[in-house]
């Protein structure tokens, strides 16, 4: 018919705690839509191979110490500079699969005592998820999978905190577009579950939708 546009890509987003297994659900998720004949991508933030990347890169590995603020704003850019090349994958009907997003921008900033509308001001206006998978896992348990590296924020008592920032965070997302999963379970079962609900957004009516702006 006039004016009918192709279906856009969906915008699928993948939070948690460190070590909660996103990385492994992104990769197993891009490869079974790829599979299954839908064309998808993967995506990450922070994206260190980027200018602002290289930044956040030496701020995580202890080589670089930032003002607080700073590092938010640079979090912040590092998607921004990413987000023309997301927008246009999703318009051309591909769908995005990230690693990571604004929420996690929040929560790890917002415990350092940064006021919650200040962390979220700079991300106001990017591309918006159709879908927010949270893989839920307890600290406890995310340590015990082969423990933590030597990146700021790996420690259980930061873990413990940014937990409770995301549940926030849940919260005050759109209805039905922040799903919690239980993360503490085998990578199939899991992986069984995303591919379900991520299947539900690509069948439904969002995707002859233009992409949403986060929160406006
Ligand atoms: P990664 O382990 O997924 O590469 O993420 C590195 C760390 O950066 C992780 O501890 C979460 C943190 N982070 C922020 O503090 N702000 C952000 O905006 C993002 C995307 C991650
Ligand atoms: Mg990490």
Same mark, same amino acid.
């Given at each position: 018919?006039? #004016?009918?546009?192709?279906?856009? #890509?969906?915008?699928?987003?993948? /939070?948690?705690?460190?070590?909660?297994?996103?990385?492994?659900?992104? *990769?197993?998720?891009?490869?079974?839509?790829?599979?299954?004949?839908?064309?998808?991508?993967? *995506?990450?933030?922070?994206?260190?191979?980027?200018?602002?990347?290289?930044?956040?890169?030496?701020?995580?590995? &202890?080589?670089?110490?930032?003002?607080?603020?700073?590092?938010?704003?640079?979090?912040? $850019?590092?998607?921004?500079? %990413?987000?023309?090349?997301?927008? /246009?994958? !999703?318009?051309?009907?591909?769908?995005?699969? +990230?690693?990571?997003? $604004?929420?996690?921008?929040?929560?790890?900033? *917002?415990?350092?005592?940064?006021?919650?509308?200040? +962390?979220?001001?700079?991300?106001? #206006?990017?591309?918006?998820?159709?879908?927010?998978?949270? @893989?839920?896992?307890?600290?406890? *348990?995310? &340590?015990? %999978?082969?423990?933590?590296?030597?990146?700021?924020?790996?420690?259980?008592?930061?873990?413990?905190?940014?937990?409770?920032?995301?549940?926030?965070?849940?919260?005050?997302?759109?209805?039905?577009?922040?799903?919690? @999963?239980?993360?503490?379970?085998?990578?199939?079962?899991?992986?069984?579950?995303? !591919?379900?609900?991520?299947? /539900?957004?690509?069948?439904?009516?969002?995707?002859?939708?233009?992409?949403?702006? @986060?929160?406006?």
């Amino acid at each position: 018919a006039a #004016g009918a546009r192709q279906r856009r #890509g969906a915008f699928i987003v993948f /939070e948690g705690l460190d070590r909660s297994g996103k990385s492994t659900q992104v *990769a197993r998720l891009v490869q079974q839509l790829n599979e299954r004949g839908v064309k998808a991508v993967a *995506a990450r933030f922070p994206d260190r191979t980027l200018t602002t990347g290289k930044m956040i890169d030496s701020y995580l590995s &202890q080589k670089a110490d930032l003002d607080d603020r700073a590092i938010h704003l640079l979090f912040s $850019a590092n998607r921004w500079e %990413r987000a023309n090349q997301i927008l /246009e994958d !999703l318009n051309r009907g591909t769908t995005v699969v +990230c690693d990571r997003y $604004a929420f996690s921008g929040i929560a790890f900033s *917002a415990i350092k005592g940064l006021s919650w509308s200040w +962390c979220r001001a700079p991300d106001i #206006g990017l591309p918006a998820p159709d879908l927010v998978l949270f @893989l839920r896992i307890s600290p406890s *348990a995310a &340590q015990s %999978r082969g423990g933590f590296g030597d990146e700021r924020y790996e420690k259980t008592e930061v873990q413990q905190r940014v937990k409770g920032a995301f549940k926030r965070l849940g919260e005050s997302v759109e209805e039905g577009k922040w799903v919690e @999963l239980e993360a503490d379970r085998g990578v199939d079962e899991v992986g069984q579950e995303v !591919l379900r609900r991520v299947e /539900e957004v690509l069948q439904g009516a969002g995707m002859d939708k233009e992409v949403g702006k @986060l929160w406006t």
